[in-house]
Nanobody, 126 residues
């Protein structure tokens, strides 16, 4: 089973940028769909973005489309989430998740993913 570790979170001012990393061990990420989710205090887990293993296709939630970019570096066994134009409402714990059999799309949910990281905090505040 793959083990996932997120990093790159922190405190950033509105309008700023951060790049989150999701590094895997135990299995090549190139064979997994990788999703990014986030959970703000008092709210449910929200799907943010996902990248598929078979064709590299990507999905973005409407709330982040045009601001966030997901990408994969197979050599480093890492998936990135580049976040620009951050807003206070982006504040949340961000998680990456993987599944070897999923083809993610707008209909995927957190229940579709089998492996999860521990999360990294992103705080957008002035």
């Amino acid at each position: 089973q793959v083990q996932l570790v997120e990093s790159g979170g922190g405190l950033v001012q509105p309008g700023g940028s951060l790049r989150l990393s999701c590094t895997a061990s135990g299995s090549p990420l190139g064979y997994h769909a990788i999703g990014w989710f986030r959970q703000a205090p008092g709210k449910g887990r929200e799907g943010v973005s996902c990248i598929n293993s078979s064709d590299g296709s990507t999905y973005y939630a409407d709330s982040v489309k045009g601001r966030f970019t997901i990408s994969r570096d197979s050599a480093k066994n890492t998936v990135y989430l580049q976040m620009h134009s951050l807003k206070p409402e982006d504040t949340a714990v961000y998680y990456c998740a993987s599944d070897p059999d999923l083809y993610c799309s707008s209909s995927h949910t957190d229940a579709d993913f089998t492996s999860w990281g521990q999360g990294t905090q992103v705080t957008v505040s002035s």
